[in-house]
């Protein structure tokens, strides 16, 4: 991965959550619960964090980003974003643990007091870069139609194939399964847990479960949850409700890339913390994973994509590159993005998803059919007091208006539910345009399981 293609401006990086115990994900809703990070996990993700430093924050390596300060964190330079649910603490706990590795603990962070005493930061320099939780992150849960896709999925004359192609494999897993179903539907998601999770957690910590098990079957097992996962995150159109993962992250990322590539605007490291949903959307989304087979289906551990942004030696429009890594004791490997031969203009990027994408809460309700939840109650809300309002004003008759008139008549209602509902979402965190808050700031550690 030479820098030869111009001075690299910036980069935003994804990465999936480090190693965790077992966890229960209904198969229809994908809700999550009972899981936490190993320490495992955590080594997994201060070891990448100390790679992507190594790599971006190295003033001798290829890819240093030199306009950024290595050394004390600099709150304008950097914004991250964590998972608010997916995978409970987990996902926030790799963030944490990955920041480490980025920002390490430095005695050049320090102070000086008005007694002469020279204080430097708590565990010899700690460095405290907090995620802000977000939900757009995680655009799948509390969404109907999406629960229905899975469902017809689930019918599909597609999975029905696949089976019966593999019920000979499965018949022979039950002794493995600790009295999990071995049914293809329970693959990657099941209420009792799922059985390539199961499998691979009890590989990964059970020294007696991976003596056991016959070498070929926890390959052929991430095959088939792949293949399942890959069918429910994932539509062949756009802004098909399988995208929903990727429809709604991509906004952020485009925001920052754009702000990135803006000479005026210090951002130059983006860092979101994921669960493995959203790669898979987007891979489909970008059309990465068309182009290569092999990542059409479950990220590992510690798995991580960079976006490069770069300015071209020759001038013009500043591009991405693309690479991703597929957990530990993996390289980085280039990809390329919506079928090019090369790096990609933003706008490029940007046109390509642009028709797809869910840029705000208000969008997201009504592509998700809701009502009630993660905002959408409240929205809902304000949008009845104001057509009741506009009702009163009329005298509690209904107008007949031109299309003209409908235009305004909806513009007003949308600047009234905009107006009410701002503050409110703004405290929930939800979709956004452009970065909202940066990271860094002092926040709270939130409950990650808590529902909007």
């Known amino acids: 991965m030479a820098d030869s293609d111009g001075k690299l401006l910036g980069v935003v990086i994804l990465t999936r959550h480090g190693d965790r115990a077992g966890f229960y994900q209904d198969p229809d809703t994908y809700e999550a619960t009972s899981t936490v990070i190993t320490p495992l996990g955590t080594q997994q993700e201060i070891q990448l964090g100390r790679l992507l430093r190594s790599m971006y924050l190295n003033a001798s390596s290829p890819l240093n980003i030199a306009t950024m300060n290595d050394t004390i964190v600099d709150q304008t330079q950097i914004h991250v974003r964590a998972d608010a649910g997916g995978e409970l603490g987990v996902i926030y706990d790799s963030a944490v643990a990955l920041l480490q590795g980025l920002f390490p603990a430095t005695a050049n962070y320090f102070t000086d007091l008005a007694n002469g005493t020279k204080i430097v930061g708590a565990l010899e320099g700690y460095q405290s870069v907090e995620p802000t939780n977000d939900v757009s992150l995680e655009g799948y849960t509390s969404c109907g139609p999406f629960n ?157 994509v960079t976006l490069e942004v770069r300015q071209p030696t020759a001038g013009g429009e500043p591009v991405v590159r693309f690479n991703f890594k597929n957990g530990t004791g993996e390289d980085f490997v280039q990809y390329q993005l919506i079928g090019s031969t090369g790096d990609v203009p933003i706008s490029a990027l940007a046109d390509h998803v642009n028709s797809a994408l869910i840029n705000s809460t208000s969008q997201w309700c009504t592509a998700c059919n809701n009502t009630q939840d993660r905002g959408c109650g409240a929205i809902a809300q304000a949008a009845a007091q104001a057509s009741a309002a506009v009702l009163a004003a009329n005298g509690g008759h209904h107008q007949r208006i031109s299309p003209v008139g409908a235009g305004f008549l909806g513009a007003g209602l949308t600047l009234v539910v905009v107006l009410g509902m701002f503050g409110v979402l703004a405290f929930l965190g939800l979709l956004t345009i452009g970065r909202g808050k940066r990271a860094g700031s002092t926040h709270s550690k939130t409950n990650s399981d808590e529902k909007p």
């Open 148 to 304: 229905d896709a899975t469902t017809a999925f689930y019918n599909s004359s597609e999975f029905m194939q696949m089976k019966n192609a593999s019920a000979a494999f499965l018949s022979m897993l039950p002794q493995f399964l600790d009295g999990r179903p071995a049914d293809l539907e329970n693959m990657a998601s099941h209420l009792s847990d799922c059985i390539y999770d199961f499998m691979n957690v009890q590989s990964i910590h059970n020294e007696q479960f991976a003596k056991a098990l016959p070498p070929t079957f926890l390959a052929q097992a991430l095959t088939l949850a792949s293949w399942h996962e890959y069918g429910v995150f994932t539509s062949p159109q756009l802004d098909g409700i399988g995208n929903i993962a990727g429809r709604t992250i991509l906004p952020g990322i485009l925001s920052e890339l754009a702000s990135i590539a803006n000479a005026s605007d210090p951002l130059k490291l983006a860092y979101q913390s994921l669960a493995y949903k959203p790669f898979l959307s987007l891979f489909n989304m970008t059309g990465v994973a068309q182009a290569n087979p092999q990542l059409a289906g479950l990220v590992n551990y510690a798995a991580a």
